[in-house]
Structure formats: structure tokens, C-alpha cells
């Protein structure tokens, strides 16, 4: 596949400049262009106010400004884009405008540029068939604001190439967005149920269901989001709510069209007024009005092949920030409720029929499973892949049995050489789930904390001893878990994006899957001890320096080096040198300074400054899991991996019945924890 190293983006706008930034802020230039000089430089001056403001926040700093600025150039020459790999038009919703600008670009462009839109109303189709590349023509739908909001649904027409699908969806992970995958069709994914969505609040306001601070108040607690619709529209405008319920209904019927009140409004010029006392006794009947709308049009959407239920999932949850998706809310209520509040819907609008999946799941009498690991096999190639990027790939119960299920599958297949496990979205994998130790804890229930950990041990040991070859993709983050399954892998194909850290002692327990282990047999005990004690990350560049990373390249020549080593002998464990910039850290990890360490002094025969950052660091530790971690990998030492891991589990009861872990594993994510030792 061939590189991505310029894109285009035609307009300056709100939209346009925030691709633009996104782009820019990930390292790729990219190239912004409008039809007049002050729209660009309107467009620069939006991107640097938000940048100053990111700085401020402390998100960045003025160096990662000043080179996300110098990647962007800003002009009103078309012809700037001429060389681009990637042109997206992102102007205003009128359709003969967004043709024009299609037939234009077709004509300057070369020809392995690919054309995308950003529309949000009309069908990809219809601008693809305007150009003579239709085969390199996509949707790439942004939410707003497209340089904070990671979802992006990515919209093949019929006659998209899958070479371009592919190289869109590397395009997205590029510039750090979350893609799924949408048919295209009349509002895509998401706003197929977010436009409903705003339209019902106001057709409610229009029948005297609730008053409008109801209302509101009902969507919140129903999506459990921090704006209702009536906020929500004046955001991000009247006219935008109308126009897209005006399309939906044009393409869908009378259901999807835009509510009188709606259109009301829009013509006031004025936004909604949100000011007025929540009425309580209202608000069931409203929110089960917005489940029967949404839930009953995600349905609907899934049936029509449209997204899968995942991937609508995603989409509410990533670009929506619903805490939750519409098929895991139908879930929550139970198919039975789900059916009884669509069918409400269905009673009262004669254009909206019960979705066949809902039909189906209610004659089951069962709730929707998920997939959340896929299997593609590809040139010989299985690719498993971990797709829960909205919870960073974590592993839990069902993401460990599914790549089990996938994993056999794929080595029962005689065509296949090689599997290759690999993350959706900017993660590998980040762990594992950490609610589920606390539920285990809090239930009193350790015994499956081992027993899970114990499946899990004996996947890895397939994967690392697997006839096939097994490989791990490091394109990303990855934490605890995540990086135990990447050393267990035959080899690791990593790209400058990816990382690997051990930071289970920050949260009261140690690697449980066999990372200290593999990592004691990789660069030995010292690095071993200092990478857990610590939880530094170990980037891909020095994780190659190590030998743990077996190919460090470019994301455009992942696919030709994985086809390279499929075929290669690797011996992960073969002896080889530390390199001397490692030297320091070394001997942070020997006996002597450890002991130190675990009691809190000074390390000796260090760089005086590492010596003290380092001690600080293990200060924050869990002092039990510190110890625990050092004499698992003294006492691992010379067995077989089989007979370590058993060492390793023979403590897990121990660890994980401490005050510590609970109160490290319950303080995740919202404040430091204190620990006691206990």
C-alpha cells in the first residue's frame, strides 16, 4: 500500500479547519484550501485560536504548536492539492456545489488521488459518479468538532476499490480517528438515529407531551448525556437540524421528515429557550418515547445492512458520547421493553415498521451478543483483530473467549500461514477490563479472577507455541494485558506509533498474564524488574533496540513486512547484548538497588537525577505488589514457561485479596491511590 504523506482539504470552515487540524496535529501535512484568501486565513486563525487554547489546557505545548502549524499550508489555489494523496471536500450541504468541485478536482488531480466527501446528507454515489476515478472516490464522514470528536464513518459506494476502502481506513487511524464502516444510505449510521432523535424532542414539544425543559431533562437521563437535543441544536444549529430531517424525509418518508415546531423555530432566528422546571412525572413517558424513536431506527438501520450492530454501538458511543450504544441499551431494558416501546412508534407512525431483527431477538427471548474480535484472512494471512476501540481493545471474559474462538479458527485453517493480532483505533490493547476485578472483589469471588487469568495464561502459551506463525501488530498504545498478548506472539511487527508499559503496580497488582516472564527471558531480570516496578513505556524504537520488537516500519509497508516474516524462522529468545544506553536502568533492576528501591532509599551507582525520578516513582507503587512482582521473576528463573506461569498464578489469590488492590484497581482513571500496604 502506498504511503499517505499529503492530504487535501477543500474548505475553511469550521469543518474543514478542524480536519485540518486533526490532520496536522498527527504528524501528515495537509493542505487547506478555499475559494478566497480571507476564508484561509479565517480558517488559519480558528486553528490557531484552538491551539492556544490547547495550550493553555495544558494538551499542548507551544513546540507542538509551532509543528502542527508548519505541516498546514493554507491557500485559494485548487491546484495546491494537484500531488495530494487523499482530497476531502468538506463545504456547505448544496449539492451542485459539491459536484462542481468534484469535476474540477477529477481534472487536477493525479491519479492516485483519492476524492472523499464529507457530506452528512447526500449519497456518495452521486458525487463518485461525477469524476472519472469513481473506483477512488469515499465518504469520510466528521462529527463535530472534527478535531476533538474521534469517530469517522468511512462510506464505500458500490463502486469504491477495496484498495481505496483500505487506504481510507489507514488515512483515518493516521490522524488518530475511530472509523467504522458504513453502507451507503440516507443519514449513514449515526445521524440515521441522532436526526430522529432531535426531531422527536420537538414534535413532543409539539403535542404537549412535556414542556421543553422536560423533555431535555428526559434525554439526558435516557443516553445519560451531558446535553439534551433542544442544547444540542443550539450548538450546532437550527438550520443543520432541519436540513438533515428534510433529507432523511425526502429519502425515507414522512416519519423522518422535519415537525412543524422544528421548522417554527428555524425560522425564528432564534435558539431554543432552555430556561423552566423539570416536571418529574413526566419524564418516564418521554424518555420511553426517545427509546422507542432511537432504538427502533438503529434497529431498522442494522436490518438494512446499513452498519452492524457493533459498529452503531461505536457510533453513538464515539461520536455521540452516549454511555452507552443503542443495542446495549436494548440490552438494559430487556428485549421485551425495547419491543413494547418501538411498537408505540410503530402504532403511530404508519411509514415506520418493526425493524425484523427486533421481531426476531423478541421470539429468541434473548439479548444481543456482540462480536468484538474479527477474523480476516487475507494472502495466506489470518487478522485477528480486537475491535473495542471505544474501550481501547481492553481484555474481559468475552474479548479473551473470542480470540480463543477466532485464534482456533484460524489455526484449524489449512491455508493459513500466519495470524497476525492487531487493534482497532489508536489502541492495541489496554489492558484488561478493570471493572471486572472490582466486581470479582467486591462479590468475594477471587477464585474467578484466577480461573479467568488461568484461560488466558493458556491462550497465550497456544499463541506463543503455535505451529503458525503468530505475530503481533504494534500500532498503538498498549498497556498490562495488551503487551503480555503482543510478547507472547512469535514476533512483533511494530509502527513509530506503538508502545508497550506494565502499570499494573500503579493500581495494586502486578503483570498477571506472563509479561514478566517473557520479558525476564527477553532482556533479562534487571530491565525486566525496572520496566514493572516502574511502569515506564518502552517505545517502538527502544523495544526494537531490545530485540523485543522484530521489525520497527512505516505504517504503508506493515502489509509487505508481515508477508515477509510469515515465512521467517524467529527465535524471540535468542542471547543477545543490552545496548549500552540501557546500562543505567540495568542497574536500577540488580539485587542490590532493588532492595533499596522496596525500602524506599536511594538507588546507588546511578545517574543521580534517574536514581531520584526512579525512587519517586516506585514511591507511588503498591508496596505489595512491588514485592510480590520481584519474587515472581527471582523465582521463575530457569523454569519453563509452563512451570513459571504456574509460579505467577500461585500468587494471584494473594494479590488481588489486598486492601491495596481494590483500592488501586477502584481508583483507576479518577485519582491517585493511596496506598497502605495491606
Not at 369 to 376: K, R
Not at 389 to 403: D, K, S
Not at 448 to 475: P, W, Y
Not at 604 to 622: F, Q
Request: charge should be negative.
Amino acid at each position: 500500500m502506498s504511503e499517505i504523506n499529503k492530504i487535501g482539504v477543500i474548505g475553511a470552515g469550521n469543518m474543514g479547519s478542524g480536519i485540518v487540524q486533526k490532520i496536522a496535529q498527527e504528524g501528515i501535512n495537509v493542505v487547506m484550501v478555499d475559494i478566497k484568501d480571507e476564508f484561509v486565513q479565517h480558517g488559519m486563525d480558528t486553528i490557531k485560536g484552538l491551539l492556544a487554547e490547547g495550550v493553555k489546557r495544558k494538551i499542548f505545548s507551544e513546540k507542538q504548536v509551532e509543528q502542527t502549524l508548519a505541516r498546514i499550508k493554507g491557500t485559494s489555489d485548487m491546484n495546491a492539492v494537484a500531488d495530494a494523496d487523499l482530497v476531502i471536500e468538506a463545504v456547505f450541504e448544496d449539492k451542485q456545489v459539491k459536484s462542481d468541485l468534484f469535476e474540477k478536482l477529477d481534472g487536477i488531480c493525479a491519479d492516485k488521488t483519492i476524492l472523499a466527501t464529507n457530506t452528512s446528507s447526500f449519497f456518495v454515489r452521486d458525487f463518485a459518479e461525477k469524476t472519472g476515478r469513481p473506483d477512488r472516490f469515499i465518504g469520510l464522514h466528521y462529527f463535530f468538532h472534527p478535531a476533538k470528536n474521534r469517530l469517522l464513518e468511512v462510506i464505500p459506494w458500490e463502486g469504491t476499490s477495496a484498495e481505496t476502502i483500505d487506504k481510507s481506513l489507514l488515512a483515518a487511524k493516521l490522524h488518530g480517528k475511530t472509523s467504522i464502516l458504513v453502507k451507503d444510505a440516507p443519514g449513514f449510521a449515526v445521524n440515521r438515529f441522532f436526526v430522529p432523535f432531535l426531531n422527536e424532542a420537538a414534535r413532543m414539544l409539539e403535542e404537549e407531551l412535556a414542556d421543553l425543559p422536560t423533555i431535555e431533562e428526559a434525554a439526558k437521563r435516557a443516553f445519560r448525556i451531558g446535553m439534551g437535543p433542544f442544547q444540542l441544536m443550539n450548538v450546532t444549529g437550527i438550520p443543520i437540524a432541519v436540513h438533515a430531517a428534510t433529507t432523511l424525509g425526502n429519502e425515507l418518508g414522512p416519519f423522518y421528515a422535519p415537525t412543524q415546531t422544528l421548522i417554527d423555530q428555524k425560522e425564528t432566528g432564534e435558539n431554543w429557550d432552555l430556561a423552566g422546571d423539570v416536571d418529574e412525572t413526566k419524564l418516564q413517558p418521554v424518555i420511553d418515547r426517545f427509546n422507542g424513536v432511537c432504538l427502533g431506527v438503529a434497529a431498522a438501520l442494522v436490518d438494512e445492512g446499513v452498519a452492524s450492530i457493533e459498529d452503531t454501538d461505536r457510533g453513538a458511543k464515539i461520536g455521540l458520547r452516549w454511555a452507552m450504544g443503542p443495542f446495549e441499551l436494548m440490552n438494559r431494558l430487556g428485549i421485551d421493553k425495547t419491543y413494547e416501546v418501538v411498537s408505540v412508534i410503530v402504532d403511530r407512525y404508519p411509514d415506520f415498521n418493526m425493524p425484523q431483527i427486533l421481531e426476531s431477538q423478541k421470539a429468541a427471548g434473548k439479548p444481543f451478543v456482540f462480536n468484538f474480535v474479527d477474523l480476516d484472512i487475507k494472502d495466506n494471512i489470518a487478522y485477528i483483530t480486537l475491535n473495542r476501540p471505544e474501550a481501547m481493545n481492553a481484555l474481559n471474559e468475552t474479548v479473551v473467549g473470542q480470540i480463543d474462538a477466532r485464534f482456533t479458527e484460524a489455526e484449524d485453517n489449512p491455508d493459513v500461514d500466519a495470524v497476525v493480532f492487531q487493534g482497532a483505533g489508536k489502541a492495541f490493547v489496554a489492558g484488561a477490563d478493570i471493572r471486572y476485578f472490582v466486581k470479582k472483589i467486591k462479590a468475594d469471588k477471587i477464585d474467578d479472577i484466577v480461573t479467568f487469568t488461568r484461560k488466558g495464561h493458556e491462550l497465550l502459551l497456544r499463541i506463543e507455541n503455535s505451529r503458525k506463525k503468530t505475530i503481533a501488530l504494534l500500532d498503538g498504545l498498549s498497556l498490562g494485558g495488551g503487551s503480555e498478548l503482543a510478547l507472547a506472539c512469535q514476533a512483533i511487527v511494530a509502527t513509530p506509533a506503538g508502545s508497550m508499559a506494565f502499570p499494573e503496580t500503579s493500581i495494586g497488582i502486578y503483570p498477571g498474564l506472563g509479561g514478566m516472564l517473557r520479558m525476564t527471558r527477553q532482556v533479562g531480570p534487571e530491565l525486566a524488574k525496572y520496566y514493572t516496578f516502574t511502569g515506564m513505556p518502552i517505545s517502538a524504537e527502544d523495544a526494537l533496540a531490545l530485540g523485543i520488537v522484530t521489525r520497527l516500519v512505516k505504517p504503508a509497508e506493515v502489509e509487505s513486512t508481515l508477508k515477509e516474516l510469515a515465512g521467517t524462522a524467529i527465535d524471540k529468545y535468542a542471547g543477545r547484548e543490552t545496548p549500552e544506553k540501557f546500562d543505567a536502568l540495568v542497574k536500577l533492576g540488580r539485587a542490590e538497588n532493588v532492595s533499596r528501591l522496596l525500602s524506599g532509599q536511594l538507588p546507588e551507582h546511578a545517574p543521580a537525577d534517574l536514581a531520584a525520578k526512579t525512587a519517586k516513582i516506585i514511591g507511588y507503587k503498591a508496596p505489595l505488589a512491588l514485592k510480590l512482582a520481584n519474587e515472581i521473576i527471582d523465582a521463575q528463573a530457569g523454569l519453563s514457561m509452563a512451570d513459571a506461569v504456574e509460579v505467577e498464578l500461585g500468587r494471584l489469590s494473594e494479590i488481588f485479596s489486598t486492601a491495596d488492590a481494590l483500592e488501586g484497581l477502584s481508583s483507576a482513571g479518577r485519582k491517585r491511590p493511596e496506598f497502605t500496604g495491606r
